[in-house]
């Protein structure tokens, strides 16, 4: 679980993140506020779209983090460390990227649902390159696209 702020027409805005082990993104909420109770309805929605109940959350130091797991999420394991955070930290630069790419977002709603629709996309196309061959790699993106191709179908 991380979070990162976002300007939109000039005010500050901040996108909670939460990303698997695999550095997959599982869900996004786009809110005005860092603080506890934001954290808590982070995390209330997380178990909802998930399939089952994470052993451990790893966040950085913000304080809301400590509570929201406890009342939400009892018996899960919390650390906190800025170096165990990597996988969060490094989803977020695919964000940057298609803010700049757009120019910008224009207000939080529509900017939330881009990039919670994206989010889910980017896994498909972007696999861990760096644990494949050279073969491997054309496979696993072949079948994205031949999976993109036959739901949409082109």
Request: one cysteine or more; charged letters at 30%; aromatic letters at 8%.
């Amino acid at each position: 679980m991380d979070e990162v702020y976002l300007t939109i027409n000039g005010e500050l805005f901040y996108l909670w993140r939460a990303v698997d082990q695999h550095g997959v993104v599982l869900d996004i909420l786009m809110q005005e506020r860092r603080n506890a109770t934001t954290a808590k309805r982070c995390f209330k929605r997380l178990p909802v779209s998930l399939k089952y109940k994470p052993r451990k959350i790893v966040t950085d130091g913000l304080r809301g983090y400590s509570v929201a797991p406890r009342e939400v999420l009892p018996g899960v394991r919390h650390r906190t460390s800025r170096y165990l955070n990597n996988r969060a930290e490094n989803s977020h630069r695919p964000t940057w990227r298609r803010e700049r790419q757009m120019q910008r977002f224009t207000s939080p709603g529509p900017a939330e649902r881009f990039l919670l629709a994206h989010a889910m996309i980017h896994g498909h196309f972007q696999p861990r390159r760096h644990l494949m061959v050279g073969v491997q790699h054309r496979r696993a993106r072949a079948k994205a696209f031949r999976l993109q191709r036959q739901e949409t179908c082109a």
